[in-house]
């Protein structure tokens, strides 16, 4: 059983609304009109990470931000955080919305739980796609690995202490704005670091992480299934000097998929589509604009899935490991 308060009437703002599902509450927002478009933000962050692009897509399309559960002003219950968990939960929001498809586009972890939802319920995605996502190659910045580790819930809550974590925020908004790549992400970072200050948001997080990444990086991989993307127009974003998953791994994406388009901004770190908005939304614009929307067919996913990958998983692995960034759809710059 699910009820929605307050009602789905469209707005021009970015309202936050809440459904309930399965007992715990989703914050979502919901605006614009037109094909549907559902935003996924990245691990610890919420609808807010892509708050510079959600009016601007909204002129043209119904768009979708919902706040994951253990994120936001999402519930953050002791639940299933697995990405086949967190795909179907996003199944249930489009239904409750009365929506039966969607192109999906996923930041970061959300990337992964995109794709979860295009292989779970390709009736339902139109076109998918990834920002900087996880799930195409094992590298992973150590500071998201050091989640997965013994004692990581007490000292985040000794370094976030009130005194502590207002200290640690300046700290980063600060470098944030030195003339220097590998800081220009810490104005996000210094969010999710105070989001962590809510002792359940960091038992859920902890959660998320240890489904998705070991101590050697990320454990959750499309190599294997990437061959059913022939079925989906496909796309791939990327921020030039992201810090926190290697770029090379756009160049993955484009081995493992090659009907992938593929897109990489120079001068954006791990949020292209905060460093650029208005070439992130034109980006999404010409995606949607030159392809059709994919239309399931059952006979053909099952000749798909009966004939594979042609060299199978551990080749797709394999050449990931090697691969450089061979395909970028140009378009003009910001």
Same mark, same amino acid.
């Given at each position: ?24 509450? !989703? $914050?979502?927002?919901?605006? +614009?009109?037109?094909? *549907?478009?559902? @935003? %996924?933000?990245?691990? &610890?962050?919420? #609808? ?96 998201? !690995? $050091?989640?997965?580790?013994? +004692?990581?819930?007490? *000292?985040?809550? @000794? %370094?976030?202490?009130? &005194?502590?974590? #207002? ?168």
């Amino acid at each position: 059983m699910s009820r929605t308060q307050p009602s789905n009437r469209p707005s021009n703002r970015q309202d936050v609304q809440y459904v309930t599902l399965h007992g715990h509450r !989703r $914050a979502y927002v919901k605006v +614009g009109e037109g094909p *549907v478009v559902l @935003l %996924l933000h990245g691990l &610890g962050c919420d #609808h807010t990470t892509w708050a510079p692009v959600i009016d601007t897509l909204a002129r043209r399309y119904t768009v979708i931000a919902p706040d994951l559960l253990g994120h936001g002003r999402s519930a953050k219950p002791r639940a299933d955080y697995s990405v086949g968990g967190y795909a179907n939960a996003m199944r249930d929001l489009l239904t409750v919305l009365g929506i039966d498809r969607a192109t999906v586009v996923g930041h970061s972890f959300g990337g992964g739980v995109a794709m979860q939802f295009a292989y779970q319920f390709p009736e339902r995605t139109e076109r998918l796609m990834l920002v900087a996502s996880g799930g195409l190659g094992p590298e992973v910045t150590p500071a998201i !690995r $050091a989640i997965t580790t013994p +004692g990581f819930h007490q *000292v985040m809550g @000794l %370094l976030t202490l009130p &005194g502590v974590r #207002h200290a640690g925020k300046v700290g980063l908004r600060a470098l944030s704005h030195a003339p220097c790549s590998y800081t220009r992400d810490l104005d996000e970072v210094a969010e999710i670091y105070d989001s962590f200050k809510d002792s359940s948001a960091r038992h859920a997080i902890r959660h998320v992480v240890r489904a998705v990444v070991d101590w050697r990086g990320q454990i959750v991989t499309m190599a294997d299934r990437a061959y059913l993307t022939e079925a989906m127009p496909m796309a791939v974003v990327w921020g030039e000097q992201d810090r926190v998953i290697p770029v090379r791994h756009a160049g993955n994406a484009g081995s493992f998929a090659p009907y992938a388009r593929v897109e990489v901004i120079p001068n954006a770190g791990h949020f292209p589509h905060k460093d650029h908005p208005q070439r992130f939304v034109r980006i999404v614009n010409e995606f949607i604009r030159s392809t059709q929307p994919a239309t399931y067919s059952r006979d053909r996913f099952r000749r798909l899935l009966r004939d594979g990958h042609a060299g199978g998983a551990g080749e797709a692995a394999e050449a990931a490991e090697t691969a450089e960034i061979a395909t970028v759809t140009a378009l003009p710059s910001a």
